[in-house]
T-cell receptor
Framework: KAGVTQTPRYLIKTRGQQVTLSCSPI?????VSWYQQTPGQGLQFLFE???????NKGNFPGRFSGRQFSNSRSEMNVSTLELGDSALYLC????????????FGQGTRLTVV | DQQVKQNSPSLSVQEGRISILNCDYT??????FLWYKKYPAEGPTFLIS?????DKNEDGRFTVFLNKSAKHLSLHIVPSQPGDSAVYFC????????????FGKGTRLSVIA
């Protein structure tokens, strides 16, 4: 069974630009969550989608948005990039109810210059 | 306000000895706890979990202990192996409240041969 796939793996963007990250969950998983990891800050929850609906949202500005498609694939968008947005963005999928074991992709390393 | 705290940023243990990683939480609604392991340039990998109705769960060399009254859990690795060197994240959720996983900042474990 294929794992969670995130594309691209690495990305370099300029301040002020926007970026879209993609995540394909494990087959059969309908929940997709996004996390931001920065040095010393652990994994900060961005949002969670289930059946194309945002079910939970973390404490991030409106520049961060996401969506989920009917095949459960998800995208995350960050507009007007800031230097502080440089981070590892992780996508996780899960089968069970909210808060169950989540299976992570390898992440997208975003660098904003 | 950090709901899941891993107060030791790093831990060094000799090969063959026991590694004990600690985690404290503040939200009494949390009813499900998980440990993840993360290698550099990879996404976190699920290790072991425990429900609040239990106080111990064991899987091979890994045992998680939960002390609900102290709001404390720990992960024991016995015996520790060099391949266990990684960052370990504690996570918690209130599944009854449909809340997503909340992660600690992680503890970097180094197992010295």
């Amino acid at each position: 069974k294929a794992g969670v796939t995130q594309t691209p793996r690495y990305l370099i963007k300029t301040r002020g630009q926007q970026v879209t990250l993609s995540c394909s969950p494990i087959s059969g998983h309908r929940s997709v969550s996004w996390y931001q990891q920065t040095p010393g800050q652990g994994l900060q929850f961005l949002f969670e989608y289930f059946s194309e609906t945002q079910r939970n949202k973390g404490n991030f500005p409106g520049r961060f948005s996401g969506r989920q498609f009917s095949n459960s694939r998800s995208e995350m968008n960050v507009s007007t990039l800031e230097l502080g947005d440089s981070a590892l963005y992780l996508c996780a999928s899960s089968y069970g109810p909210v808060g169950s074991e989540a299976f992570f992709g390898q992440g997208t390393r975003l660098t904003v210059v | 306000d950090q709901q899941v705290k891993q107060n030791s940023p790093s831990l060094s243990v000799q090969e063959g000895r026991i590694s004990i990683l600690n985690c404290d939480y503040t939200n009494s609604m949390f009813d499900y706890f998980l440990w993840y392991k993360k290698y550099p340039a990879e996404g976190p990998t699920f290790l072991i979990s425990i429900s609040s109705i239990k106080d111990k769960n064991e899987d091979g060399r890994f045992t998680v202990f939960l002390n609900k009254s102290a709001k404390h859990l720990s992960l024991h690795i016995v015996p520790s192996q060099p391949g266990d060197s990684a960052v370990y994240f504690c996570a918690a959720s209130a599944r009854s409240g449909n809340t997503p996983l909340v992660f600690g900042k992680g503890t970097r474990l180094s197992v010295i041969a």
